[in-house]
T-cell receptor, first 114, second 116 residues
Framework: GAGVSQTPSNKVTEKGKYVELRCDPISGHTALYWYRQSLGQGPEFLIYFQGTGAADDSGLPNDRFFAVRPEGSVSTLKIQRTERGDSAVYLC????????????FGPGTRLTVL | AQKVTQAQTEISVVEKEDVTLDCVYETRDTTYYLFWYKQPPSGELVFLIRRNSFDEQNEISGRYSWNFQKSTSSFNFTITASQVVDSAVYFCALSEAGRDFNKFYFGSGTKLNVKP
């Protein structure tokens, strides 16, 4: 079946602009995660959804970052007033059932803020 | 403080050599899970293994094996008879009961280069 998909695969924007990154999880997966991966580093947790609600958003760096999952499936990560330091690969993952189950990752969106 | 440390930034081996990737973790929880993921050049992370804190049995899957030692807080990964296709970045990760297992802490990864 289809894996986790993310769009766009690449996004180039200018400092101060607003961006939206989309994640389409594996059908039936109730848990959805967003991570940020900087060059040469491991993924860094941002936010976790169980169904429609954000169960843990402790990883969001500041209030410029926001994520939604209105129908419990597709999720959108929103970044306001982008800064050069936001440049990274944003990864989405989904899992079925318990949170300690394996997470299936998407290919990521590479965000570049000029 | 880093919860997961992968001290080896990059390792290069010649095909057919055995190689061990180290992972040291830190947690106060008695219940936790450890994971290994592979990130090939294409970029997509691939799950390799999950181990819970109550199961210290070593695991073998084909050329892959994992050594979990709570006494040293380590969860090392060995590839036997490495192949060029094993070239990738490998990440170790931890999730803790205290965070309801929601949050995965990843190490900084070890880049493995297997040369023909």
């Amino acid at each position: 079946g289809a894996g986790v998909s993310q769009t766009p695969s690449n996004k180039v924007t200018e400092k101060g602009k607003y961006v939206e990154l989309r994640c389409d999880p594996i059908s039936g997966h109730t848990a959805l995660y967003w991570y940020r991966q900087s060059l040469g580093q491991g993924p860094e947790f941002l936010i976790y959804f169980q169904g429609t609600g954000a169960a843990d958003d402790s990883g969001l760096p500041n209030d410029r970052f926001f994520a939604v999952r209105p129908e419990g499936s597709v999720s959108t990560l929103k970044i306001q007033r982008t800064e050069r330091g936001d440049s990274a690969v944003y990864l989405c993952a989904s899992s079925f059932g318990q949170t300690y189950n394996e997470q299936f990752f998407g290919p990521g969106t590479r965000l570049t803020v000029l | 403080a880093q919860k997961v440390t992968q001290a080896q930034t990059e390792i290069s081996v010649v095909e057919k050599e055995d190689v061990t990737l180290d992972c040291v973790y830190e947690t106060r929880d008695t219940t936790y899970y450890l994971f290994w993921y592979k990130q090939p050049p294409s970029g997509e992370l691939v799950f390799l293994i999950r181990r819970n804190s109550f199961d210290e049995q070593n695991e073998i899957s084909g050329r892959y094996s994992w050594n979990f030692q709570k006494s040293t807080s380590s969860f090392n990964f060995t590839i036997t008879a490495s192949q060029v296709v094993d070239s990738a970045v490998y990440f170790c990760a931890l999730s803790e009961a205290g965070r309801d297992f929601n949050k995965f802490y990843f190490g900084s990864g070890t880049k493995l280069n297997v040369k023909p």
